[in-house]
T-cell receptor, first 113, second 116 residues
């Protein structure tokens, strides 16, 4: 299975942007790039996903490299509520694989007031 | 919609005891999943189901059993609890969209289990 590599932790100041990198050099053509986050003592929650093009939603933006071997999750203005562990996950063809997600260690984001 | 609900929230078991972790979703999702999360680690898939009557093993199925008799419910059974099963257990569900398109998983709040 294709794996992802993320930094263990990152710090940011409140109201500043946060750029979370993810390397996935063995990604295949049908792998979607998903980001989930896990707030303290909660279950993971979906943030954003993409295949080839950059994506934006109300929570974040996802920038995908042209060769798809890396991506960056961008939180435009970090708030204290964004302090969480962020997981970058490759999702294979969901119909074939039952939409299974493989979680790595993620990046722990600390937001300082 | 309540989403994905899990009971109990907390449980302490003695070694060798058995229990069932309950998971229910009200979103009419076909796919359901059980994960465990050990302290400081990512989630690991225990079992999953793509529909009523269909279940399959994930990465760490040993010591667990599941059944899926309805679309809504996906209970996880622990037989002969061991200290290595001390963990936080998360249930999730998703709705399979069109073939070749990806889906979002929705997670429950988790059950914190301690085996002493």
């Amino acid at each position: 299975d294709a794996k992802t590599t993320q930094p263990n932790s990152m710090e940011s100041n409140e109201e500043e942007p946060v750029h979370l990198p993810c390397n996935h050099s063995t990604i295949s053509g049908t792998d979607y790039i998903h980001w989930y986050r896990q707030l303290p003592s909660q279950g993971p929650e979906y943030v954003i996903h993409g295949l080839t093009s950059n994506v934006n939603n109300r929570m974040a933006s996802l920038a995908i490299a042209e060769d798809r071997k890396s991506s960056t999750l961008i939180l435009h203005r970090a708030t204290l509520r964004d302090a969480a562990v962020y997981y970058c996950i490759l999702n294979r063809d969901p119909k074939a694989a039952g939409n299974k997600l493989t979680f790595g260690g993620g990046t722990r984001v600390l937001v300082k007031p | 919609n309540a989403g994905v609900t899990q009971t109990p929230k907390f449980r302490i078991l003695k070694i060798g005891q058995s229990m069932t972790l309950q998971c229910t979703q009200d979103m009419n999702h076909n796919y359901m999943y059980w994960y465990r999360q050990d302290p400081g680690m990512g989630l690991k898939l225990i079992y999953y189901s793509v529909g009523a009557g269909i279940t399959d093993k994930g990465e760490v199925p040993n010591g667990y059993n599941v059944s899926r008799s309805t679309t809504e419910d996906f209970p996880l059974r622990l037989e002969l609890a061991a200290p290595s099963q001390t963990s936080v257990y998360f249930c999730a569900s998703s709705y399979p969209g069109r073939a070749g398109y990806t889906d979002t998983q929705y997670f429950g709040p988790g059950t914190r289990l301690t085996v002493l």
